[in-house]
């Protein structure tokens, strides 16, 4: 394994970040193929035993279960100095809304219900999940900043969010004093690039690190296209981000099996040396253990400039799913309201 700084804090992961979504009780979330504390804990493991120390998980998953069971998995298997753990928090909801809890007192609510989940004093890094329209942005910086000074935190990062907005936030904790965000975890692999236009940029010119989940758009990009899968038949959320750009998107990943056939490799290796390439730590699922298997190996990978630019060439531009639809249509309202009100 290889390890890098994280933007520019002082925390050094690991060049591939572990993706917990994949663990919890599948009873409590929306996805049926989720393992169970067992077959967690085994995966956790062998990506420690892989020299692993850099994971990602969220109160989202799984209520919460995904973090239960990273917790105690670290706690048995590895010091709490030599990992880094990252976790997310949502939006408020209409009902904290309603009952009139700002921004500050979401997050920290928030943050302390995940160290409750993780079992821990801290995280390394705590990140802002998606982009809220109904709380102020001060309200939002400043609840994370306070979360930093607590030590409740060592460090903030963002998810889901358009390059203006990482700009907005960053500059707003510069002229408050508040501590910024280091990293951005955004939707990018090597069939679906629209990080490319603004967001990859930006974050080159800030030192912001680019750890972008979907590394291998739902395992589209680790098997032939005829191949299948029963986390391809029962992943809802991942056709919904696919299903429509299949035929195009198939064309690159035919040029993955071919070059993975050349270095006698693993399409997954392709896809995420192409990835390594980019990014500072891209954050791969793994719910057996040769994905994670195939993730270290992926490290030690160097594709040529020319097999780099030969697995872009096919791209076409894609339209924006998932979080990011929904971050469109919000803004959208908003610009709306603002308009309407304006006039």
């Excluded at 508040?178 to 990080?195: C, D, M, P, T, W």
Aim: charge should be negative.
């Amino acid at each position: 394994m290889k390890y890098t700084t994280l933007g520019t804090s002082d925390l050094k992961v690991s060049r591939v970040c572990m993706g917990c979504m994949g663990f919890g009780d599948p009873a409590r979330g929306q996805h049926s193929w989720t393992l169970d504390e067992e077959n967690s804990r085994r995966i956790i493991r062998r990506g420690l035993e892989l020299g692993v120390n850099f994971f990602d998980t969220a109160i989202a998953y799984q209520s919460g279960t995904s973090e239960q069971y990273l917790g105690r998995a670290l706690k048995d298997f590895a010091s709490r100095d030599e990992v880094v753990v990252a976790t997310k928090f949502l939006p408020r909801t209409p009902e904290d809304i309603q009952a009139g809890i700002s921004g500050q007192r979401h997050i920290e609510r928030m943050l302390d219900k995940s160290l409750k989940n993780l079992g821990m004093d801290h995280v390394d890094l705590y990140i802002y999940h998606m982009w809220d329209y109904e709380t102020p942005l001060y309200e939002i910086m400043d609840g994370l900043n306070r979360m930093v000074k607590a030590g409740k935190t060592r460090y903030i990062g963002i998810s889901n969010c358009y390059a203006w907005q990482l700009c907005k936030a960053n500059a707003l904790a510069e002229r408050e004093g508040f501590a910024k965000f280091v990293s951005v975890q955004g939707h990018y692999n090597l069939i679906f690039r629209e990080e490319e236009r603004e967001m990859v940029p930006y974050c080159r010119e800030e030192r912001i690190a680019l750890t972008p989940y979907s590394a291998l758009a739902g395992g589209r990009l680790s098997r032939h296209p005829e191949e299948t899968s029963k986390r391809l038949q029962e992943d809802d959320y991942a056709r919904f981000k696919y299903d429509a750009t299949a035929s195009q998107d198939g064309v690159i990943i035919r040029r993955v099996a071919e070059l993975a056939d050349r270095h006698e490799v693993s399409m997954t290796e392709i896809s995420l040396a192409w990835l390594l390439a980019k990014t500072t730590s891209p954050v791969v699922g793994a719910t057996k253990s040769h994905h994670i298997e195939g993730a270290a190996k992926a490290v030690d990978l160097s594709l040529t400039h020319e097999e780099l630019a030969w697995l872009e060439e096919p791209y076409l531009p894609h339209r924006l799913v998932g979080v990011m639809a929904q971050n469109t249509a919000a803004a959208a309202k908003e610009e709306h309201v603002w308009s309407v009100g304006d006039q």
